[in-house]
């Protein structure tokens, strides 16, 4: 819940700095009915001390006859307080198992470490399939963030990306800015594939290679995802085996495994975003192997707009609700 209430607070942060009308904002929470109560309490702390900070008045755009937008795929609604500048929607994770059960097996055998593993979580392949989720009339573009990242710049600047996908282009995504995907020794993802093709690309580091992506913000066009047969197909148990046996495939991070493994064969899928966008803190290859090429992988000469810790990493401390200390 702390990290869920920091990449809020840095994303309604920078966004009330322009003038958006109440309402402007759409947040998609995918949950359950354990959860849900505890983010609306947590959604309910974040805009008062907000709005308090900002007005010293409680909720200063609150309309009294308005009532917040709390549903999910089902229709469903949820109680709670008034939420102004937002609307938040929320996604019931029962709906998108059952979606996904068919596919979920081998998922797990070739992007998961093991069985009961961290990313074996059905949580962690939602979004290959929220086009089948979502309805049309909810969404047709939304922006995924993982709950570890935190906003230096407004989140509809990244949403301006969308108008820069070429036809065929149904999700952006930032490059793997560590060596994951890299040939070192036997316990590496591609390891078996780099070593028999010495002259291969994939797994190498930009701008000359293509390092895989890092899903930890992934933009998601539904509408282009709903129609794209080709995108569909791969959404397939033995299409998945065959590119995964051919490039001697075995992951362990989930969907961003799945999107580097298919992008080596579809590259025109995919939309490559800023790292300044996607700017990964994790350093833990740096040390583990990698030490030599890390920086290769991991430089970034973008405006750094949105942070992102993985691997547990530290994000810059967020103070005077709007200003950042850097680390």
């Given amino acids: 819940m702390i990290k869920f209430s920091n990449t809020l607070k840095s994303i309604l942060i920078n966004i009330n700095a322009t003038n958006l009308d109440p309402g402007s904002l759409c947040i998609h929470l995918i949950t359950n009915d354990r959860i849900r109560p505890h983010l609306l309490h947590m959604i309910d702390i974040v805009h008062e001390e907000l709005t308090r900070h900002w007005t010293n008045e409680p909720y200063p755009w609150l309309d009294q006859n308005n009532h917040p937008n709390n549903e999910d795929d089902d229709g469903g609604g949820g109680g709670g307080k008034h939420r102004p500048l937002t609307r938040y929607f929320f996604i019931n994770s029962s709906t998108i198992d059952l979606r996904l059960e068919y596919l979920l097996p081998t998922l797990r055998t070739f992007f998961t470490h093991k069985p009961n593993s961290y990313y074996s979580n059905a949580l962690f392949f939602y979004s290959m399939i929220l086009h089948q989720i979502i309805p049309s009339t909810i969404a047709d573009r939304i922006i995924l963030l993982d709950v570890d990242v935190q906003l230096d710049a407004n989140i509809l600047e990244l949403f301006e990306e969308f108008g820069r996908f070429k036809p065929e282009q149904v999700i952006g995504i930032a490059y793997e800015q560590q060596p994951v995907y890299r040939y070192v020794n036997s316990v590496h993802i591609l390891h078996e594939y780099r070593r028999e093709n010495n002259n291969t690309t994939i797994g190498s580091p930009s701008p000359n290679g293509f390092p895989g992506f890092n899903s930890g913000i992934v933009l998601l066009h539904l509408r282009k995802m709903r129609e794209s047969k080709l995108y569909n197909s791969l959404l397939n148990q033995d299409v998945i ?87």
Avoid at 270 to 292: A, E
């Fill in 241 to 327: 085996k065959h590119i995964c046996q051919k490039y001697q495939f075995r992951g362990h991070l989930g969907d961003q495994d799945f999107y580097t493994v298919t992008a080596i064969d579809h590259r025109l899928l995919y939309y490559t975003i800023s790292c300044g966008w996607n700017r990964q803190l994790c350093q833990w290859w740096r040390f583990h192997g990698y030490g030599k090429v890390f920086d290769d992988y991991h430089h970034c000469e973008q405006p750094i707009k949105l942070y992102h810790g993985n691997c547990n990493s530290a994000l810059p401390t967020l103070t005077n609700y709007g200003a950042y200390r850097r680390r």
